[in-house]
């Protein structure tokens, strides 16, 4: 029996450290609640896992849920296995947290979940993915909740406090919520682990002393389309004031209005100027008028049901209506549930005296039935575009890991304190998100590759390093540019690129590095970068 803890925000910061010393053997780190979002990831659950992973303290993660479906629970199941999957070296399996805050949520959006059915599309979900899922509960759910004979052969985490012992068979028992253990201010919760294949097993696999010649199948999907791009680059907007919007991004001389100018200045961002609005627009009114019917299309409200990426329409009352497209407000719609709608939106809650300079671009909760809510437009979208790198057989395309030339390039990046998996050509990025990258490895099937970086502290380049006899960069200072050139091999040449912190857009491809001048080079000085994607190319 092995004595381990859980944790989530509620626990602060910990000192991971005096965690080890004190004796505890394993984590289990909450990652994320609810759909997916960068605001419903756990606000300690990268310095958690890094904190583990610098201490070698086996940890598992786990999601609490707010699921109304099926469907929803497959969809919340994808976002805990994205998260789990930025530590899939360390993360041991999953777990699913349902509680009376998820019914609580459920009936408020009108919903009454068959919450075995909803549970066990997640944790199928888990398994598909190469996890192994364990359910979070306790006597009163197992009891009257769950259909206990349909989830029994789950693995379970019984939540049993200040019990003498647990009265369901449970692979973990979680004993105390007042635990007290050094490095973690307050109370904590406490548990004790029985079924130690958990930690001992690879997910999916059997047992650690079995021999097995089973492949390991990656179910890895990445999706790019253009409405997930304008929603996470909408988001990145959130707390920029009307002056940022207005002058600083569309380098206008004063500040208006600017509700519907933050929807232009995200769009041009993105790149859509031109493709899903016709040019930069001022009014909310104004979108649907050139729009309609040419970029996307139009809708009162009632007519049709909004969906994440739609722009929502408002008409407050005392303001007459020139045309059925007037409008007062315009948002973003990220996210529907019911009558709920979760929103992005420029130019609100202000100060009256000053509306348009003291607001910001805020995230909000909107309601349908609201009186204000008038109408949607929904953009023409582009297709969904998907790799499914899952080894197994598979009605969806997958992406060639072998480069066009023949000749593959691999590479790596460092980041909180770990090294990211390798990437293979195209077949991915390396990096994550608003992460800033301190390391970079590369290496390639034929020829070599001698790389550099700069730090944002330094005016000067890094040495060179030629494949991965080493990396480039130092732990723990950000690097804003990175130089690399194919060596000892004719006809073909090196492409790099990548994205800054804050942006959802690489920058432009550079082409091997010209020993002539040090302005070949990807990345912006003074600006943390995020992402990282190299390929061979022919001359």
């Known amino acids: 029996m092995k004595k381990g803890i859980d944790v989530s925000y509620a626990n602060l910061s910990i000192d991971w450290s005096e965690v080890k010393k004190s004796g505890i ?17 756990d606000s300690q659950y990268f310095k958690n896992a890094t904190g583990c992973v610098k201490n070698n303290i086996p940890f598992a993660t786990y999601h609490f849920a707010y699921f109304v479906n099926e469907k929803t ?7 805990a296995i994205k998260k789990a999957n930025e530590y899939k070296k360390y993360v041991k399996f999953i777990v699913l947290d349902v509680e009376e805050d998820s019914v609580r949520y459920a009936k408020n959006m009108g919903y009454n979940p068959d919450w075995t059915a909803c549970s066990i599309a997640f944790m199928e979900r888990i398994k598909s993915a190469g996890y192994t899922p ?16 349909k989830i029994k052969n789950y693995k379970l985490w019984y939540a049993a406090p200040d019990a003498t012992k647990p009265v369901y068979t449970c692979a973990i028992w979680q004993y105390s919520w007042k635990g007290k253990v050094n490095g973690i201010n307050g109370d904590v919760d406490m548990d004790y682990l029985y079924d130690d294949s958990l930690f001992n097993t690879t997910s999916g696999s059997t047992s650690a002393t079995t021999k097995t010649t089973s492949t390991t199948i990656s179910t890895k999907t990445t999706t790019i389309d253009d409405k997930t791009k304008f929603l996470e680059t909408a988001r990145n907007y959130i707390g920029k004031n009307g002056e940022y919007v207005c002058k600083t991004k569309l380098k206008l001389g004063t500040i208006y209005d600017w509700c519907a100018f933050a929807v232009s200045a995200i769009m041009q961002d993105c790149g859509f100027i031109g493709k899903y609005v016709k040019s930069v627009y001022g009014g909310a009114g104004d979108i649907p008028r050139y729009s309609d019917g040419v970029y996307g299309a139009w809708f009162i409200k009632g007519s049709k049901i909004p969906q994440s990426g739609d722009l929502i329409f408002f008409r407050y009352s005392g303001v007459s209506p020139t045309d059925k497209y007037f409008s007062s ?9 019911g009558n709920t709608i979760t929103t992005l939106e420029g130019n609100v809650d202000g100060n009256n005296s000053n509306w348009a300079e003291t607001s910001t671009f805020k995230k909000k909760t909107r309601y349908l039935n609201d009186n204000d809510v008038y109408a949607f437009y929904r953009p023409k979208w582009n297709d969904v575009v998907t790799t499914n790198t899952d080894n197994s057989k598979s009605n969806v395309s997958t992406t060639k890991n072998i480069a066009d030339t023949g000749i593959d390039v691999s590479y ?6 770990r090294w990211l998996p390798w990437v ?3 077949e991915d990025f390396a990096g994550l998100a608003n992460q800033s990258i301190q390391g970079v490895k590369m290496k390639s099937s034929k020829g070599h590759i001698r790389y550099r970086v700069k730090l944002i502290e330094s005016s000067n380049y890094l040495p060179w390093v030629i494949d991965e006899e080493d990396y480039a960069g130092i732990y723990g200072k950000d690097i804003d540019c990175i130089q690399a050139e194919l060596i000892d091999i004719d006809d073909y040449k090196i492409q790099y690129r990548v994205s800054t912190l804050n942006s959802n857009n690489y920058l432009s491809w550079v082409t091997d590095y010209n020993n002539n001048d040090d302005n070949g080079y990807a990345g912006i000085k003074g600006v943390g970068i995020d992402k990282l994607q190299v390929k061979i190319v022919k001359k």
């Open 25 to 41: 053997e394993f984590a289990i780190l909450r990652s994320t609640f609810g759909s997916e979002s960068e605001s419903q990831i």
């Open 329 to 337: 407000h315009v948002g973003i719609v990220e996210s529907v549930n």
């Open 134 to 149: 364990v359910l979070y509960s306790n006597y009163n759910w197992l009891k009257n909740v769950f259909n206990y004979n």
């Open 73 to 79: 629970a497959k969809d919340e199941a994808d976002f």
């Open 412 to 417: 790596q990046v460092y980041i909180y304190d």
């Open 424 to 426: 293979k050509n195209l």
